[in-house]
């Protein structure tokens, strides 16, 4: 699966660790994520993201 990148802060989602933190589970897919979920570092939207 592959990861992506936030373009505000530069955290990156792995969808092998999720983002339990907030509720997704491990081997959650990005494009799986709710249209609601945010970066857990900055708050940016999705489309604020773009493949690593």
């Known amino acids: 699966m592959e990861r992506w990148v936030c373009t505000v802060c530069g ?3 792995d969808p092998e660790d999720g983002d339990p933190d907030n509720g997704v589970d ?5 494009e799986e ?7 857990p570092e900055c708050g940016a939207k999705k489309d604020m993201f773009e493949p690593e």
């Not at 994520?33 to 970066?39: A, I, R, Y």
């Open 33 to 39: 994520l709710t249209e609601d979920w945010v970066c």
């Open 11 to 13: 955290y990156v989602y």
């Open 26 to 30: 491990p081997g959650t897919a990005f």
